[in-house]
């Protein structure tokens, strides 16, 4: 019963006002009719609502929390395979299409230092 009505705040105050009423009859049948007593059972049967309504709450934006959490992390796993997936159809094209291209670098005097002339070659892939 509390766990249905105290989803809303219509359902929250029926919950406080019928715990308070049954702890206000408890309290009266337990004391012989006395007004102290009968009070201080309306009381108790309100704050057990009350605690009872915020364990309720408390578990609920846990859950919340944890569910957010999950999905951002089942997120960043598919981010991660897409990426992986990508990166397996990027694969370099086979040696045989590639082809080398010879480049004479002449010979070159910088800060003092000589470097002969020679050939370097650069891959080329169509």
């Not at 694969?91 to 020679?118: C, F, M, W, Y």
């Amino acid at each position: 019963m509390l766990a249905g009505c105290s989803s809303t705040e219509a359902g929250k105050s029926v919950s406080d006002i019928s715990l308070s009423g049954a702890g206000g009859v408890l309290g009266y049948q337990l004391s012989d009719g006395k007004p102290a007593a009968t009070a201080a059972g309306a009381v108790a049967g309100y704050l057990v609502s009350k605690t009872v309504q915020s364990s309720r709450e408390r578990a609920l934006k846990e859950a919340q929390k944890d569910g957010y959490e999950r999905g951002l992390n089942q997120a960043v796993k598919q981010q991660y395979w897409i990426i992986q997936n990508q990166q397996k159809s990027l694969q370099p094209q086979e040696a045989h299409d590639s082809r080398l291209l010879p480049v004479v670098i002449p010979e070159t005097k910088i800060n003092g230092v000589t470097t002969n002339a020679h050939v370097e070659f650069l891959r080329i892939e169509p």
